[in-house]
């Protein structure tokens, strides 16, 4: 019976989704562009459509401003 693939922590998983494409560094190219897309739409929503029972919509704004402002850092 064949394993079920090991599980690895976030960083590294991200760091496969940045690598492992047939596509080269269009794939990292596609993870950053991600990020900040989705962060600028997180971080401009209304925190109470985002409050779930284990995350704060306020935090997870947050989290979504501070990888924007890190992300506007790198890209400028």
Same mark, same amino acid.
């Given at each position: 019976?064949?394993?079920?693939?090991?599980? @690895? &922590?976030?960083? @590294?998983?991200?760091?496969?989704?940045?690598?492992? !494409? +047939?596509?080269? *560094?269009? !794939?990292?190219?596609?993870v950053i &562009?991600?990020?900040?897309?989705? !962060? %600028?739409?997180?971080?401009?929503?209304?925190? *109470? +459509?985002? %409050? @779930?029972?284990?995350? !704060?919509?306020?935090?997870?704004?947050g989290?979504?401003? %501070?990888? +924007? *402002?890190?992300?506007?850092?790198?890209? *400028?």
């Open positions: 019976m064949p394993r079920a693939p090991k599980r @690895t &922590d976030n960083v @590294t998983f991200v760091k496969e989704l940045m690598n492992f !494409s +047939k596509f080269g *560094a269009l !794939s990292e190219i596609f &562009d991600a990020l900040a897309k989705w !962060s %600028e739409i997180i971080a401009n929503s209304d925190p *109470a +459509k985002l %409050e @779930t029972p284990m995350i !704060s919509g306020e935090a997870w704004i989290v979504a401003k %501070e990888i +924007k *402002a890190k992300l506007d850092e790198r890209l *400028a």
